[in-house]
């Protein structure tokens, strides 16, 4: 069975700090990797998305991926408490709906 | 706007009873996926279909049922066979192509009576 791991946390990070989120996946033929924010009692929503090994960044956002590692990550700049909320990484394989983790929960304390 | 939308956003069941949550997306999107979440988990998934017509199983499709008559429409009938209904149900679609994410709607949370 194909798995998307994650630390469940809690994370906590004082105002201000850079959150760190990490993710391992166990399927080498993931090619996409989605991070989703999920505030208590609402839906998922997607905040980045990375394709290539490397960096991208998105505002306060970077995800980061290493293919060879099997390894993908979210760092959050500048963490804010309205950052706080559990943060969800994604990956498809193969046919099969997207894999969710089972998801990271940030506090940042103000 | 284009979205998915859930409806209700709340719902009760009585002990032996069917109740039918709906979802709709005007995203013309291909595929849709029902999930379960209870408190403080992760995503379940319960049904997806990637095309009109056809449908498949998740990971625990027991005690629910579906359909996908429109490209528009997946709802999800839970059944009384499902002994532990109370969760949030979530839908999500995605447009074709593995590569794209899931987008979801706002949830129905059903509790039992």
């Known amino acids: 069975q194909k798995e998307v791991e994650q630390n469940s946390g809690p994370l906590s990070v004082p105002e201000g700090a850079i959150a760190s989120l990490n993710c391992t996946y166990s399927d080498r033929g993931s090619q996409s990797f989605f991070w989703y924010r999920q505030y208590s009692g609402k839906s998922p929503e997607l905040i980045m998305f990375?394709?290539?090994?490397g960096d991208k960044e998105d505002g306060r956002f970077t995800a980061q991926l290493n293919k060879a590692s099997q390894y993908v990550s979210l760092l959050i700049r500048d963490s804010q408490p309205s950052d706080s909320a559990t943060y969800l990484c994604?990956?498809?394989?193969?046919?099969?709906?997207?894999?969710f983790g089972k998801g990271t929960r940030l506090s940042v304390i103000a | 706007d284009g979205g998915i939308t859930q409806s209700p956003k709340y719902l009760f069941r009585k002990e032996g009873q069917n109740v039918t949550l709906s979802c709709e997306q005007n995203?013309?999107?291909?595929?849709m996926y029902w999930y379960r979440q209870d408190p403080g988990q992760g995503l379940r998934l319960i049904y997806y279909?990637?095309?009109?017509?056809?449908?498949q199983k998740g990971d625990i499709a027991e005690g629910y049922s579906v359909s996908r008559e429109k490209k528009e429409s997946f709802p999800l009938t839970v059944t009384s066979a499902q002994k532990n209904p109370t969760a949030f149900y979530l839908c999500a679609s995605m447009a074709g192509g593995g590569t794209q994410p899931q987008h979801f709607g706002d949830g129905t949370r059903l509790s039992i009576l």
């Open positions: 995203l013309n999107h291909d595929a």
């Open positions: 279909s990637q095309i009109v017509n056809d449908f």
């Open positions: 990375i394709y290539s090994n």
């Open positions: 994604a990956a498809p394989s193969g046919n099969t709906p997207l894999v």
